[in-house]
C-alpha cells in the first residue's frame, strides 16, 4: 500500500511511489550555461570552483532556473569532484578543457588524502544549500547530490576525464586492495557529504554514478552496487526518511540489480535505456528520466513527438521526467520552456 503524501511536492509524491499526472520535471544541470543569467554570475569568479564555493553566487546559480521554468526541484550548485577536492587532491577546472586532477595512482597516493579536513572544506555547500532553501516554496524541494565512489575515483586515478577509463579500472584489477581502500574513503566522504546537505535543508539526495557502464557484471557489483548500497546504509541511518535517485548511467540491464540492491528510492535512467524497460522497472520502483539531452538541443517535431512518447509509456506510474543526462550548454532556453509546457500541461 502507498503511504499517504505528507508533502504537496509533486516530486515527493512521485519517489513516495504516488502517480502525478502531469509527472514532475526537473532537468540534470538546469542551473548553468544555457542559461545568460548563469553566464553572468561566472564571469563574476575567476573560475568554475570558485563559483561552487562562493555560497551566494552558487545559491544565485541554483534558483536561477526556478524563475524561468515550472520547474518541480532545484539541485544544488556545484560538482561531485567537490569531494576529492574535500579530501585535499589538487583540483581545477580549466576552459575548454575540463577537470584537471593530480593523478593518484598507488597506495601511497591515497594515503595522504586528507580525510579530517575534508568537512570543513564542504562547509561552503552546506552553506549553498542553506540559502537556497530559504527561498523555495514548499512544494519545490531541493536535491542535494554527490557522485558514486566509482565515478568519482575514475577522475581522482585518471587525473580527470576519460573515454575508456583505462588507469582506473587497470589499478582496480591490479591493486584492488589499494582500489578499494580509495572506495572505502569515498564511501565515508560521500555518505557524510549527503547527511550534511539533507541536514542543510535538501529534501532530496542523488547519487551520479555517470561512468557506471564501462565495468563487466562482476566489477559493477564490487565498484557500483556494493559502495551505493553503503552509502545509502549509511545516509538513511542519519537521516531517515530522505529519498534517494541512483543514475547509474549505462547499467543497462543491471540497472534491474542495482535498483533492487542497493536500497534507493527512486532509479534515474539514461537515453539509451529503452521506455519499455523503464516501464518494467517501474512495477518496482519510481523512475526517472531519459529523454535525449541532443534532442533537447534540436528541438522541433521528433523533440515533442519523443516527449509525448515518453509521457505516454511512463505516466500512468511512479514517474519524474527528466533528460537521460546533462543539459548541453547550447541548449535554447525556447526548447526548455517548450519541454516544461509539455510535461506540464500533459494528463494520462
Known amino acids: 500500500m502507498l503511504r499517504t503524501p505528507s508533502s504537496p511536492s509533486p516530486l515527493l509524491q512521485a519517489l513516495g511511489g504516488h502517480v502525478t499526472s502531469p509527472p514532475p520535471v526537473w532537468l540534470m544541470r538546469q542551473a548553468g550555461r544555457y542559461l545568460p543569467e548563469y553566464r553572468s554570475v561566472r564571469n563574476r569568479v575567476p573560475s ?149 546537505q539533507a541536514k542543510a535543508g535538501a529534501r532530496v539526495l542523488q547519487i551520479f554514478d555517470s561512468w557506471a557502464g564501462v565495468l563487466s557484471e562482476d566489477e559493477f557489483t564490487r565498484w557500483c552496487i556494493a559502495p551505493t548500497r553503503q552509502i545509502v546504509q549509511r545516509v538513511k541511518a542519519e537521516v531517515p526518511g530522505t529519498p534517494i535517485i541512483g543514475f547509474p548511467r549505462g547499467a543497462g540491464l543491471l540497472a534491474e540489480r542495482y535498483a533492487r540492491d542497493t536500497g534507493i528510492d527512486a532509479i534515474g535512467c539514461d537515453t539509451a535505456m529503452p521506455v519499455g524497460w523503464m516501464q518494467r522497472l517501474q512495477v518496482h520502483i519510481p523512475v526517472q528520466g531519459n529523454l535525449d539531452p541532443v534532442l533537447l538541443l534540436a528541438g522541433g517535431a521528433a523533440f515533442d513527438a519523443r516527449v509525448e512518447a515518453i509521457l505516454g509509456t511512463l505516466g500512468a506510474g511512479p514517474f519524474i521526467f527528466n533528460l537521460g543526462h546533462g543539459i548541453l550548454p547550447d541548449t535554447p532556453v525556447e526548447n526548455v520552456e517548450r519541454l516544461v509546457s509539455l510535461v506540464t500541461t500533459w494528463q494520462a
Open 48 to 196: 568554475f570552483l570558485d563559483l561552487c564555493l562562493n555560497p551566494a553566487l552558487a545559491a544565485e546559480v541554483t534558483l536561477q532556473p526556478l524563475r524561468r521554468f515550472a520547474f518541480d526541484a532545484a539541485i544544488v550548485f556545484s560538482d561531485i569532484l567537490i569531494v576529492p577536492y574535500a579530501l585535499g587532491q589538487k583540483v581545477e577546472f580549466k576552459e575548454g578543457e575540463g577537470p584537471k586532477l593530480e593523478a593518484i595512482r598507488d597506495a601511497d597516493a591515497v594515503a595522504k588524502l586528507d580525510t579530517e579536513g575534508a568537512g570543513a572544506r564542504l562547509a561552503p555547500v552546506y552553506e549553498t544549500v542553506e540559502r537556497a532553501t530559504a527561498e523555495l516554496p514548499e512544494t519545490v524541494p531541493l536535491i542535494g547530490f554527490c557522485g558514486a565512489p566509482w565515478t568519482v575515483a575514475t577522475y581522482m586515478v585518471e587525473g580527470g576525464g576519460s573515454k575508456e577509463h583505462l588507469a582506473a579500472r587497470f589499478l582496480a584489477y591490479h591493486q584492488p586492495e589499494t582500489f578499494q581502500r580509495l572506495i572505502d574513503i569515498l564511501v565515508e566522504i560521500s555518505a557524510h557529504y549527503l547527511a550534511g
